[in-house]
């Protein structure tokens, strides 16, 4: 019995071409096709569905079949490679069990799970393993030609195409792609016995159609929306910006002497200011094992020029020749040698993390071989997943994992993943295999990039979220931007990518919308003016004092912000989201749930946003104003892109300090967060525009521009924090004083919890 894997789609397809005189790979072009219905038995004895016995699981829907037209009937004797995808089990313990350990009144909290125990725990179980087996015997299938996957994801076993039809209520048509040529064996319905339902993720060859496959040489490609990299665009004068508002910006400072800071922490925001601000004190250790994963791809990489003027003119505590550690994936290479061609983002990131946590390091998880993330920037990239070769190199079981319908890495055109070995016809691309679990992930990952989440299929998402909660139950925390587009378009053109007929609704952001995911808004420093003192910001004394600024909502661009279409408010927010939609003066109105398919969204005129949807972002910090160098020239730099790291940074920080103590890290952070919002410093001016709108207000409390605000004094860095009453919080001095203090050798990340 042949084991069918990640290929087993284009087996399929290739199937299909045998039936057809042409298979070539051509660009799309979109006509839509009614659904075939299974209304009556038909000519192959195949019975009518029962609303009683029998279950409706997947169907066509009209974008599904978009650009495909459906030809003739397959014939009865085609032997089909059935695959039949198990549910993951425990997806709701999983999330309780998240609860527990990330509760610090719980008994359990910081008691985190191995990989391998998360492995085994979301493995299918053995009812739906014995469910469907039986189901498939019972139907006909015989025993002997049942296996399952060495993943323990799959049922599979070889059909005649009549077999299947009998056994799924479906009819096989050949569907043609009509601008490519290529063809699959697909239904546009089927079904299931309703007992073995929740059994079944989903069965290919099915609905499923792909149209294009790896290293297709098209004239032309269907332009389609991607994950966009909030790449910070140069403009040389600030009051005249080009950028676009979904992108963070850069001001260059043409006046280098010799990178001399120009005005107060309000201007030019430096690491001390950062440390001023939030109260952060010098960092004393840097414990084995607990460096800051950074992001980075698209084609951004650093330069160590650049980085080691920022450590002379910027940050002088840090020596010359300081370099985060290079875990390449998939023949990806780290920093480039022409400073011309630097990456700001890449640049922007270690500069401001790096201060923060030193002594301690950082490493660059930089994804994909350079075809690929050269070939993601263009405009009508046929790549338009993001994200899965990352989690494939830090979690070997996510290579395979079948979840929500998806299987691996991503084949369909609306969600396409690399695929290695590179089969294009490139110089630049790696021929090695797809790495799974290479390497381990770090306590805290730190990312940059964020994109449209309607831009992509909702079991892509789904499934990518899922990994996020497999990640917090082992104690790591993923800290990602919400982007810089208010709650979407862009700065000139408001309406770009919003949602609904009118496009004024509002379009959030992914991977933000994943309620495990930190996610990050941005603020600016506004002079006090009680206290401020321009030109004082200690570039070269780390422990200079400095003014007292406030905190607000950016106003250069619009720190992302709104509610999910796709998941649902978390139970650890619900009351915050709750009060603000109830106190926040909103000129519009939301609806109840997205649908699963955007039925709900453009609705109801007026009705803007998901007010039952997972609200972002969760916290904020400094996102502008940050002084950089980069491309050999001091910049000013502004976006989420700030503030991610420096959030980072601090539960790196926190992280430091438990495990000197010899504790766990904090990894789920969110319940510890929204319950004590009185740790932040509640930011209560500014709003995030967009859609042609004003978007959401800031207002007391948690709201969908700055989160919870930003923290006050890094009160909830302890490192006790799972014994404290939560009557006051120690503050991070204190913390760390008694860290440095406890002589026991810091040692590995312990993993106390075991599945029984």
């Known amino acids: ?145 049942l296996s399952q996957s060495t993943n323990k994801q799959w049922i599979q076993f070889d059909a005649l195409v009549g077999e299947a039809e009998r056994l799924l209520l479906a009819k096989y048509h050949v569907f043609e792609h009509l601008e490519s040529g290529v063809t699959n064996i697909a239904c546009s319905e089927y079904h299931i016995p309703t007992a073995v339902a929740e059994h079944v993720d989903y069965i290919t060859p099915g609905t499923k159609l792909v149209s294009a496959g790896y290293g297709a040489q098209a004239t032309e490609r269907m332009r389609r929306r991607r994950i966009r990299r909030r790449h910070p665009v140069r403009r040389r004068k600030p009051k005249k910006p080009r950028a676009d508002s979904d992108i963070a910006h850069v001001e260059c400072v043409d006046e280098e002497r010799e990178f001399k800071i120009l005005g107060s922490c309000g201007y030019d925001v430096t690491p001390t200011c950062v440390r001023n601000q939030y109260q952060i004190p010098n960092g004393t250790t840097a414990t084995p094992g607990n460096e800051l994963g950074v992001f980075q791809g ?181 800290v990602e931007s919400s982007g810089d587009n208010g709650v979407g378009g862009r700065r000139y053109d408001p309406r770009a990518g919003c949602l609904g007929p009118n496009r004024d609704v509002f379009s959030p952001r992914l991977m933000s919308n994943c309620p495990y995911i930190l996610s990050v808004g941005a603020t600016e420093l506004v002079s006090d003016n009680r206290t401020a003192r321009p030109g004082n910001n200690g570039s070269s004394n780390n422990n200079a004092p400095e003014a007292k600024f406030v905190e607000r909502a950016t106003t250069y661009f619009a720190s992302g912000g709104g509610f999910s279409n796709v998941f649902e408010t978390p139970p650890w927010q619900a009351r915050h989201v709750e009060r603000y939609l109830a106190r926040a003066n909103m000129s519009h109105l939301g609806y109840e749930g997205g649908g699963r398919n955007y039925s709900n969204v453009g609705a109801q005129p007026g009705r803007l946003f998901n007010r039952a949807g997972r609200g972002y972002p969760d916290v904020a910090a400094i996102g502008d104003n940050y002084r950089v160098v980069t491309r050999g020239s ?21 992280n430091e300090a438990r495990l000197a103590a010899g504790k766990s890290t904090v990894g789920f952070v969110h319940q510890v967060l929204y319950k004590h919002p009185e740790v932040f410093n509640d930011i209560t001016k500014g709003s995030n525009p967009g859609c042609g709108g004003d978007g959401f207000r800031v207002e007391e409390g948690w709201d969908p521009v700055t989160g919870l605000g930003g923290v006050a004094g890094i009160a909830s860095i302890d490192a006790n924090w799972d014994t404290k009453r939560y009557k006051a919080f120690n503050p991070i001095t204190r913390a760390m004083a008694l860290a440095t203090k406890n002589k026991r050798q810091p040692g590995p990340r312990k993993q106390p919890y075991y599945l029984t």
């Open 1 to 145: 019995m042949q084991l069918w894997g990640r290929t087993t789609l284009a087996a399929v397809a290739g199937a299909a071409c045998a039936l057809q005189p042409v298979c070539a790979l051509q660009p799309v072009r979109l006509v839509l096709l009614p659904s075939d219905t299974d209304t009556a038995a038909h000519a192959r004895g195949v019975p009518s569905s029962s609303s009683n016995t029998h279950h409706l699981h997947e169907r066509h829907e009209p974008a599904h079949v978009d650009g495909w037209a459906r030809r003739e009937r397959v014939d009865a004797g085609t032997t089909l490679p059935m695959r039949v995808g198990l549910r993951q089990s425990n997806l709701d313990a999983g999330r309780e069990l998240l609860m527990n350990i990330s509760d610090p009144e719980s008994p359990r909290y910081g008691k985190h799970l191995s990989a391998k125990d998360v492995t085994a725990m979301f493995a299918p179980s053995a009812e739906s393993v014995d469910a469907v087996k039986s189901w498939l015997v019972e139907s006909g299938i015989p025993a002997h030609r």
């Open 298 to 478: 698209l084609n951004q990489h650093y330069n160590q020029w650049d980085l080691d003027m920022y450590w002379k003119h910027t940050a002088s505590w840090i020596p010359q020749g300081t370099h985060p550690e290079l875990r390449a994936i998939n023949g990806a290479y780290g920093p480039i040698e022409d400073v011309a061609l630097a990456g700001d983002e890449a640049d922007l990131d270690f500069q401001v993390a790096i201060p923060l946590i030193w002594p301690q390091t950082a490493v660059l998880y930089q994804a994909d071989d350079e075809w690929y993330q050269q070939e993601q920037l263009k405009s009508d990239t046929r790549y338009a997943g993001f994200f899965n070769t990352f989690f494939d190199a830090i979690d070997g079981s996510y290579c395979a994992l079948d979840a929500f319908g998806q299987a691996g890495n991503c084949e369909d055109d609306a969600c396409r993943d690399p695929e290695y070995p590179n089969p294009n016809d490139t110089e630049d691309g790696y021929q090695g295999e797809l790495m799974c679990g290479e390497y381990e992930p770090t306590n805290v990952i730190s990312i940059s990039y964020s994109g449209v989440e309607s831009a992509l299929p909702y079991g892509y998402m789904q499934r990518q979220c899922l990994e996020i909660m497999k990640l917090a139950l082992q104690g790591v925390t993923v």
């Open 634 to 654: 001091a910049d000013r730099m502004g976006g989420t892109s700030v503030a991610v790291p420096i959030w980072a940074s601090i539960l790196t920080l926190v």
